[in-house]
């Protein structure tokens, strides 16, 4: 008998490609007979981390809208009719039973695809505010799992699941020594871990650029994922030190939440959700650049569970150093924040997925 087909499709950042791989991984785990395989952009984040987990990873020839130099969309009609071409050959070659889809440009296509050759599919939005293409091809979904349950009103009441959003299985799971030793700190020093995201954020750069000096005189050590386009910049800027390490991406982060006492990051929801596992305490700074402000509406719900600090984009240079300093003086908030994010925690949510995928499957009798 044929092995059953899952084609998982989403992309463009770390948000979107991890959370497919961590699906994969909990089908692997839960129908080891089962093919998958990956449809993403050859460009993006997508086509180094997939091959690297271990799948078959198919390009598709697509790009998103671009809303800051809007002249460039006049041939997006025919990117996309390109892209469609491309998700159908892929579709009608690989046969999925079922589709599943993370986020990113790159799912249009390929849910249209699933669409029109009467695939069923399964919807995983990631954040509290859900995106317009998730909201449209909901009405043609199984199921739509939710990251947040603030997201569980735009979607049809009887096809959303509240999963929460699926994170690598190592997340909160590294003892503070053996995480501190990967980056040769030690592991009874107040320790920062820095990042923007697998693009990196300037804000928070600049931010950390103005006080990463004052950090490390407090005998602070400091994490810092800078991302690639600024990297060389900073590290030309900012001498080496014992207790700093910058690097353009962090690959290890389990280690790297493991090291941490506080994050500063954006607001992304993968982001959140591994904090929340982590069980750590964070400042947040969302991007006011996101489409419909969801990492703000993100950003809220651990505020209001009192897992985290907010600091507005625009303020984010001027208060990261006394926000960071009262919180490193006080033990007993960073726990209570550390209880409450690991209150929001989900750690269950790739293999919920996983077992509503195997569902789909016993349905079309693949399995």
Known sequence: MKSPRVLLTGGGTGGHVYPAVAIADALRQLCPEVELAFAGTAERLEAKVVPRAGYPFYPIPTRGLDRRRWWRNAALPFVLGRAL????????????CVVVATGGYVAVPVLTAAV????????QEQNSYPGLANRYFARWARWVCVGFEAAAPFFPRDRVRVTGNPVRADIGTIPRTQAAGRWGFDPDRFTVLAMGGSLGAETINRAMQRWVYAYLEAGWQVLWQTGPAAYGQLQGQIGPHARLYMSPFLEAMAE?????????????????????????????????????????????????????????????????????????????????????????????AAEQIAELVRELLEERNGV
């Open 85 to 96: 071409r491309g998700a159908l050959r892929l579709v009608r070659r690989f046969r999925p």
């Open 116 to 123: 029109l050759c009467r695939i069923p599919y399964i919807l």
């Open 256 to 348: 790297a939440y493991g090291a941490a006492d506080v994050v500063v990051c954006r607001a992304g929801a993968l982001t959140l959700s591994e904090l929340a596992c982590a069980g750590l305490p964070a400042v947040l700074v969302p991007s006011p650049h996101v489409v419909a402000d969801h990492q703000r509406r993100n950003a809220e719900v651990f505020l209001r569970a009192g897992a985290a600090v907010v600091l507005e984009d625009a303020k984010a240079e001027a208060g990261l150093g006394p926000v960071l300093r009262a919180l490193a003086e006080d033990t007993d908030t960073r726990q209570r924040m550390a209880t409450r994010a690991l209150e929001l925690a989900r750690p269950r």
